[in-house]
């Protein structure tokens, strides 16, 4: 057996084995967590969100050496993290709010001055005389390589906790994520739903620090709901699509960095997400690239097959080559050019539909009803029979198709 397939099977060791599990976790909260904050339109708060936890993580770790304490005890960062986390998401709704400025100019503003903070304790953090401070610039691109029973246990409940509230508010959460002011008008305070999708991105951050790190986690957060949008038109769906495949990402690149020691697992988790978000652009059946040509392909296809029957029913000649292939491959026409039997029959169909619609006009003024007709919409499909049959006594006995194309 591969080291891949190994690592796959949870086979490759007790560490390995924890790494991949507690990524498979985190990306499944991450996944669910970030659907409507994507839904939202606010991609970015994540990443302003992820940056404002770096000052936490240096404050703390100087608080709790200051106190005697072991400065890189997890729990310990990961509440200064959530703290400088939650007055970074105030900061950005009070700018919001309070000034002229934009939403995405309050955004770029906390993250780059929280970054820049973050960075500079990092660096004061450097030059104590103790505390442990080594690795504590893991927290920027994640490390698994110490990762603890008890670091998978904070994911598992803090993820689980982040999918069942996401779960729970839903409804309120897909209102405001579609229509803010029908939201409002419905009762729901708008603002107060806004932020509770802020603290469940920030819950996940947070925990998934230890694993990706905090420039990372927004990836996280934002591609598998990208990814699950090309599978579905429901948004109940989506968060559990963007569950499975956050979820998916996380194992197979844990496996991924456990077959290749030297490869950083965080990174390598971004990247299977960015390759199923590139497969799922390109096949997915409803909104993929491949299916978007077939459709095309498919529309051109009847509109040509329509102008051919009504050339064949005027006696037209038809010039068009892929015109002429496809009414031959479908045996309405011979090589030469001339109507085939079936030709001729669903030529004088095309032709009398065509006049159908004309008194279909003249008899009802409903325009929402007519207006559906755009040449390629079967009459059957709008009206009755007795409709059509009474727009064919208005119209007289059918004529006949013949002649060479």
Known sequence: MTPFLEALFLQAGYNAALVAIGAALLGFAAGSSGTFLFLRKRGLVSDAVAHATLPGVGLAFIVMVAFGGDGRNLIGLLAGSALTAWIGLLLIEWIARRTRLAEDAAIGAVLGVFFGLGIVLLTVIQTMSGGRQAGLESFLLGSTAGMLFQDAVVIAIGGSLAVLATWLLRRPMTLVAFDADYAAAMGYDVR?????????????????????????????????PVTARFWTEHSNRVIWIAG??????????????????????????????????????????????????????????????????????????????????????????????????????????????????????????D???????????????????????????????????????
């Open 244 to 365: 499975t495949i956050g979820g998916l990402s996380g194992f197979v690149g844990a496996a991924i960095s456990a077959s290749a020691p030297a490869m950083p697992t965080g990174p390598i988790i971004v990247l299977v997400a960015a390759g199923l978000c590139a497969f799922s652009l390109f096949f997915a059946p409803a909104r993929g690239v491949a299916a978007a040509v077939l459709r095309q392909r498919r529309f051109q296809a009847r509109v040509h097959r329509r102008q051919g029957l009504l050339a064949l029913a005027r006696q037209e000649p038809i010039r068009e080559p892929y015109t002429l292939r496809l009414l031959a491959r479908e045996g309405l026409i011979r090589p030469d050019g001339v109507p085939t039997d079936a030709g001729r029959a669903q030529a004088a169909k095309i032709a009398r539909d065509e006049r159908r619609w004309d008194i279909a006009r003249e008899v009802h003024q």
């Open 192 to 224: 107060r739903i806004d932020l509770l999708m802020m603290v469940l991105v920030m819950a996940v951050t947070v925990i998934g620090l230890k694993l990706v790190g905090l420039i990372l986690i927004v990836a996280l957060l934002i591609i598998p």
């Open 367 to 405: 325009t929402g009803l007519t207006g559906r007709y755009d040449g390629l919409t079967p009459i059957e499909d709008v009206f009755t029979a007795d409709e059509i049959r009474d727009f064919d006594r208005r119209l007289g006995p059918p004529a006949a198709v013949g002649g060479a194309a």
